[in-house]
């Protein structure tokens, strides 16, 4: 990240007074055998008004997923970020007024934790234009370092199917456009997961012939979703993680044994306990929601949602 040259009082000034507009979409990471690795952007989004003030404190609102529940002070998850990116950039955090209007779902496993690390990251990004620059590994970098993973923070800012790895110099990626022939589907329960009690629940060793399997489906998972969308069923075969976590959410891993007898691609999305459908035909996704409806002891809300292609935005807006 390279720096400007005004001082700090003279940073905090010039900012104050700016306003953007950020938009982040929800993502599904693992993919099925991807672990840790794989991520997809979602056409599903937060969307959030954010101008830094000269006032004593920050003013928060939020309206829609998170109304009433999320906290409205510096603890905020967006607010958070955007601090840890002034930090980065040798500039104070000046008081902000937030308005978000939020649709991901929270505790769902479509990254809505790491859609509003990357909503503070981009905002702030925003906000210090001109005085600090940030490459797109920066970006990724100062996300990643909130999140603990790149795998979901990665598509939320860059869109389409990404590929995270972790190298010494800090995380990278790349970005791949999905073929048009996907047509996701995410199944949403009305209950939560804890991301971090399904990962309590993976062993810290697995069979060499289990983590052959998978590294032979996460390569062919890639060539599906670029190329060859016939293959996703047998790509989204996973040994490494999703049947460790199957007792944590038993209707999950049933409805995906199901959807998956059925021939439908189906894999817990993220952390779950939501289940990301990846079919290749916008008619297979009917056919996934009425085996839902017909089978499911609870109600699953259907999304059937476009891949994002763009990921996060930052717009600023003039006075």
């Given at each position: 990240m390279n720096q400007a040259a005004p001082g700090l009082d003279e940073g905090v000034s010039a900012v104050v007074g700016r306003r953007v507009h950020v938009k982040v979409p929800a993502t599904s990471a693992n993919l099925g055998p991807g672990f840790d690795t794989l991520g997809l952007a979602l056409a599903q989004y937060d969307e959030l008004d954010i101008e830094a003030t000269d006032a004593a404190t920050h003013d928060i609102s939020v309206h829609g997923v998170g109304e009433g529940e999320v906290p409205l002070d510096a603890s905020h998850l967006v607010v958070r970020a955007m601090a840890h990116?002034?930090?980065h950039a040798g500039v104070p955090m000046p008081s902000i007024r937030l308005v978000a209007h939020n649709s991901i779902p929270h505790g769902r496993g479509l990254g809505s934790s790491g859609a509003a690390i990357v909503a503070g990251v981009i905002a702030a990004s925003g906000l210090l234009e001109g005085i600090a620059r940030f490459s797109a590994d920066d970006l990724l970098e100062l996300a990643t370092e909130l999140?603990?993973?790149p795998d979901n923070v990665a598509p939320a800012l860059f869109g389409g199917l990404t590929i995270a790895w972790v190298t010494p110099d800090g995380p990278r990626h790349k970005k791949l456009i999905v073929h048009r022939g996907v047509s996701p589907l995410v199944l949403v329960p009305e209950h939560e997961m804890s991301t971090a009690l399904a990962r309590s629940l993976q062993p810290e060793s697995v069979p060499h012939e289990d983590a052959v399997f998978n590294v032979s489906r996460s390569a062919l998972l890639v060539a599906a979703l670029i190329q060859s969308p016939e293959l996703l069923l047998q790509a989204t075969e996973d040994k490494l993680h999703q049947h460790y976590r199957a007792q944590a959410m038993p209707e999950t891993d049933r409805l995906?044994?199901?959807?998956r007898a059925a021939g439908h691609p189906a894999v817990?999305?993220?952390a779950g306990p939501s289940i990301?459908?990846?079919?290749?035909?916008p008619s297979e996704r009917a056919e996934a929601i009425r085996l839902?409806?017909?089978s499911a002891e609870t109600v699953w809300q259907p999304l059937p949602l476009a891949v994002d292609f763009l990921g996060a935005t930052v717009t600023q807006i003039d006075g």
């Open positions: 990116t002034f930090a999140e603990g993973h995906i044994r199901a959807l817990v999305s993220g990301l459908v990846l079919s290749s035909d839902v409806e017909e």
